[in-house]
Antibody, heavy 123, light 107 residues
Framework: QVQLQESGPGLVKPSQTLSLTCTVS??????????WSWIRQHPGKGLEWIGY???????YYNASLESRVIISTDTSKNQFSLKLSSMTAADSAMYYC???????????????WGQGILVTVSS | EIVLTQSPGTLSLSPGERATLSCRAS???????LAWYQQKPGQAPRLLIF???TRATGIPERFSGSGSGTDFTLTISRLEPEDFAVYYC????????FGPGTKVDTK
């Protein structure tokens, strides 16, 4: 059974860098059919894709966040991570990690999600 | 830039009723990339439908997806108490993006 679990600080000071880790079990982040993703959701709002990383290490980011985002993997631990710099109150949100399935036919979707971690930016 | 619009914003229905949720794209899109998710309060989204019409593993048959071009629909044939939630459509256009969601609540 595939499971994803986010970990990291729930409170970050303005201007600091957020660092979150997603630990994957039941699947390998080296799998060729999946991208490993971060998505956030502001309180009471919709879903915003942050970015993802492929099994080969290629990264793709939301253009609106690209200058501040780094997604990386640690294959030895079957984990992937998010770093979001220059945090402001506007970055306070629930952060989810998710697996993005890419099929041979080009069908794409997020098929497994972590439970989410609430991040608040405050001094 | 493609934008997804979901309607209605809120759908108030009773258990046993049929729910019809709309997801409209600002231009013609490939249904291959169209997915639907359900999100209950305090939970992560759950994949319901991918490729516009294919139910994900374990999703009950009362959930069905249809549509093409610019108009896509998620139908819940008979609402169960556990179906009251927010539903998002999602597409891909060089990157994934989501619609604003439709909340299905109890009348």
């Amino acid at each position: 059974q595939v499971q994803l679990q986010e970990s990291g600080p729930g409170l970050v000071k303005p201007s600091q860098t957020l660092s979150l880790t997603c630990t994957v079990s039941g699947a390998s982040i080296n799998s060729v059919d999946y991208y490993w993703s971060w998505i956030r959701q502001h309180p009471g709002k919709g879903l915003e894709w942050i970015g993802y990383i492929s099994n080969s290490g290629n990264t793709y980011y939301n253009a609106s966040l690209e200058s501040r985002v780094i997604i990386s993997t640690d294959t030895s631990k079957n984990q992937f991570s998010l770093k979001l710099s220059s945090m402001t109150a506007a970055d306070s949100a629930m952060y989810y990690c998710a697996r993005y399935r890419v099929t041979i036919l080009g069908v794409v979707f997020f098929d497994h999600w972590g439970q989410g971690i609430l991040v608040t930016v405050s001094s | 830039e493609i934008v997804l619009t979901q309607s209605p914003g809120t759908l108030s229905l009773s258990p046993g009723e049929r729910a019809t949720l709309s997801c409209r794209a600002s231009q013609t899109v490939d249904g291959t990339y169209l997915a639907w998710y359900q999100q209950k309060p305090g939970q992560a989204p759950r994949l319901l439908i991918f490729g516009a019409t294919t139910r994900a593993t374990g999703i009950p048959e009362r959930f069905s997806g249809s549509g093409s071009g610019t108009d896509f629909t998620l139908t819940i044939s008979r609402l169960e108490p556990e179906d009251f939630a927010v539903y998002y459509c999602q597409h891909y256009d060089n990157s994934p993006f989501f619609g604003p969601g439709t909340k299905v609540d109890t009348k």
